[in-house]
């Protein structure tokens, strides 16, 4: 257990390093930051693609629209047929006249299509909803092939080309963000070990009167290691603090845009803390083999 | 372990706070010590005499192991090199004092702060270290000068502060690499009659110099160490060097009293 006089010690030598060296250490915590900052907005993007993609995917039931004149038996019949289609989780018919009612409620009270025609132009249809793995691109096109052979139907009807897209940026962003945080996290594992060997350098003699009087290498080791996990403490704050800015500004302008969970943010805060740990290790390592 | 005749296996004399055994040492592909064997007891004066370049350095850094022997056996304190924890070296190291010919004080932090360091890092509360540091620093005679960056004082005074920080942990042995190297004759004695008071302490001093004619005049045990190798190790006791310690410590009413430099055992340490 280390005494009173030594956690003193301690708790003091790990900040003295900011004090000594103020523009070393804030630019550190400059490009660790801003380094951060890019993995943070990496994942945010990621993050707001993917949940993105779960909304577009809910809404990607399809519509299967039916000849007219097939009569209400043929009509019925499709339905059994349509529900053991793999991937189909349940089927809805909409008969021409609750098309309609759909129709008039969507456009609202200023039309009133009763009146402007006097026949009923919407075909009875099918509404299909997919079962949640079948919610992609690939096995949506599979399903509407499938139902488009059949002669009953008149056209299937779904958000193709938008799923498609949203797929595509969603996988390039999971790879991006995967090798920006390998990156990233290399960079910041870097700059702080070089700015703690800075310290650890302009300490030599310290170092080595500690060793001769008989410190223990865990003495000598914590304000080191407890400097880099501030600077990536502080990284990782403004970090985040700049991403939250900028998320509370841009939050009234786009709807269902995603942020981090408070949950997440402390987690990225730990993990920044655990970058200048590591960084700070590495440097201390080659510092104090005797 | 292979048994190994050049490892001292009997049991070893209870006064002995330093032994080499047979000790070889590489260091960097050359072989800096050959065969090098001797004891130092508790209390003992021994002066480490030689060339520059023949050794003295690897034999201290040897006792304080920093550096391990690459042959043979090296035991301090109890602590012995080819079978020990080296996570235990720092505690041995806190018995252990360290004087250099640079004083290598923290240039950054006053008199006070330098001798108050090493009692920091060993974890000594705050109220011991006040009392430890001031009794010290007295006894150096810097109690005055303790506000005193170590650029603002001579080479004597300096050095001086280097001996209170090798003592303020009451060491067992006090090891002295050239302590006398940067400084004039007169401040050198000065040094050297320091040195000799907390050896009177009680306190094993290890003396290195490469000038053998100082030594000659210690009346004290000097061993010579040449190429790696010890040349000779004997008593330089003569008669009036004797008469001439008995008196020093006898009669010097003004000098602190040898025993106040040896700390009460048990109480220092947290």
Redo the contacts between chains.
Sequence with gaps: MPSKTQIGYLLRESFAGFARRKLTTGVTILIMGSALLILALFTIVTLNLGSLLETARGGIDLRVFLHEELGAQREAELQPRLVVIPGVQSVAYISKDMALRELQAQLGDEVDIMTAVDTNPLPPSYQVTLSPDARTAAAVERIEQEILLWPEVQEVVYAQRWVEVLERWNSVFRLASLIVSLVVFAAAVFVISNTVKLTMASQARLIEIMKLVGATNWFIRTPYLCEGMLQGLLAGVIAMGILAGTYSLLRSQMDGLVFFTPWQMVGFVLLCISLGLVGSWAAIRKYLRT | MKFDSKINKGPLDLRTVIGFFHTHLLYRDHAALTDVSFTVANGEFVCLTGPSGAGKSSILRLI?M?LLPTEGQVIVRGMVSTNMNR?R????????G?VFQDF?L??DRDVYQNVQ??????????KQ?KNNVMRLLTQVGLWDKRHRLPHQLSGGEQQRVAIA?AMV?SPKILLADEPTGNLDPVVAQEIIDLLFRINTGGTCVVFSTHDHEIVKNFGQRVIVIENGRITSDEEHKTAASTAHRLADRMYRPSAPQPAAVRVQEGSER?
Excluded: H
């Design positions: 304080t920093d996570r070296i720092p505690l041995l190291r806190r018995e252990i360290y290598r923290l240039e360091f090493a009692q920091v890092v060993v974890g000594i509360s705050s270290m920080r942990n947290a």
